[in-house]
């Protein structure tokens, strides 16, 4: 058992059962046994791999598109280049190389990072030496000017609440002890016209899982592209408004049950893409992930960068750009929303 899985079990058999954002909260972020604060949980080694540390090219074709966005709305300066959850550092450190070449790109821009963990801050901190790169607290504390944004896997790290529709109303899907483990429990129900009315004509059995905590930092986001223009591009797996229960803990690349190991594998929910934009209250296009790469002219990067490479590193490259786009792979599940000013043309890749 974790030592987190422990003081789960103590503090819900005094308290009671805790809502499933409270346990995402504890597995991810616990001070002393979260997730993200003890472990490198990305890449071969780690739990799962990132589009970013899958190949380069998305980090570069997603800064070329905030780049040609930001021309696009006549390069206003000064601006600011955010990432929200940044992880390694290594989707920045491809978008600042190749925004290397736009005139006044660089010159004009103050890089700006939203992290949670410590640990992920430091390895940050050295992957973009000689950026200087800004933590902020909170996305409120994003500057008020232009912003370009970006966000991958970052939404499906926050906690979600899920909700089961009963006879009577919704009820809130908790974690709880169930023989003498954890496990879920149905808490008491909420008439139905006290929820969100997205979700007012389910059948009873559906369940259903909303994120509070995403709303502050789109506001804050919209909020600054809204009044001083920008883009934000927000990546992640998930669809249009959230079905079912898409609770999902990944060790060592492979599934494992939320509930078995709290603070030793990694905990995701599926992004409600359509809350986002309810939140954003901003023009808005979505699409696949693979569509908008192949759209912002992936095979042709594929293309110059494998004329550099062979053998082994040639074929690394080309599964790399496949797994990227193909329906099979990431292409389909992983979305990308992009949201921008009214005034503003739709930004390059969801012509
Ligand atoms: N974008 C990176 C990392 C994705 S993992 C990539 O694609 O490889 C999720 C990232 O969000 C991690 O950096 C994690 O520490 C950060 N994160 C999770 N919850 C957060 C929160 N509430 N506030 C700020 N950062 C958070």
């Not at 790169?133 to 232009?146: F, G």
């Not at 991958?152 to 006879?167: I, K, M, S, T, W």
């Not at 008491?188 to 502050?216: N, W």
Request: aromatic share 8%; proline share 9%; charged share 20%.
């Amino acid at each position: 058992m974790t030592a987190l899985k422990d003081i789960l079990l103590r503090q819900i058999r005094a308290e009671g059962p805790i809502s499933v954002a409270a346990y995402m909260s504890h597995c991810l972020l616990h001070p002393d046994h979260g997730y993200y604060t003890t472990r490198a949980p990305f890449g071969a080694g780690g739990d799962f791999v990132t589009a970013p540390e899958i190949s380069q090219i998305y980090g570069e074709l997603l800064g070329l598109a905030l780049a040609q966005s930001w021309l696009d709305q006549g390069a206003p300066r000064p601006f600011t280049l955010a990432e929200f959850g940044p992880g390694r550092g290594t989707m920045m450190a491809d978008v600042l190389r190749v925004t290397k070449g736009v005139p006044g790109f660089h010159a004009g821009m103050q890089l700006v990072l939203l992290e949670a963990s410590a640990r992920l801050q430091a390895a940050q901190k050295a992957t973009l030496a000689g950026y200087a790169p800004r933590w902020i607290a909170s996305a409120q504390d994003l500057p008020e000017q232009p912003l370009l944004l970006l966000a991958n896997e970052f939404f499906d790290a926050l906690p979600v609440y899920q909700f089961e529709r009963g006879p009577k109303g919704w009820h809130e899907r908790q974690i709880g002890i169930r023989d003498g483990d954890l496990g879920f429990v149905l808490a008491a129900p909420q008439p139905p016209d006290a929820f969100d009315p997205r979700f007012a004509l389910d059948p009873v059995g559906t369940i259903i899982e909303v994120c509070p905590t995403a709303a502050p930092p789109i506001e804050a986001a919209a909020g600054r592209i809204a009044r001083q223009g920008g883009l934000a591009l927000i990546a992640d797996y998930g669809g249009w408004r959230s079905k079912g229960d898409t609770l999902q803990a990944l060790s060592n690349h492979a599934p494992t049950p939320p509930l078995k190991d709290p603070g030793a594998a990694d905990l995701t929910a599926h992004v409600d893409f359509e809350a986002l934009v309810r939140f954003a209250r901003l023009p808005h296009a979505y699409a696949p992930q693979g569509r908008v790469l192949q759209a912002l002219g992936i095979e042709a990067r594929a293309q110059v960068l494998a004329g550099r490479l062979s053998g082994a590193a040639l074929d690394n490259h080309l599964a790399a750009a496949r797994r990227l786009t193909a329906p099979d792979e990431m292409g389909e599940l992983f979305k990308i929303l992009a949201l921008f000013p009214p005034a503003a043309p739709k930004p390059p890749g969801f012509a």
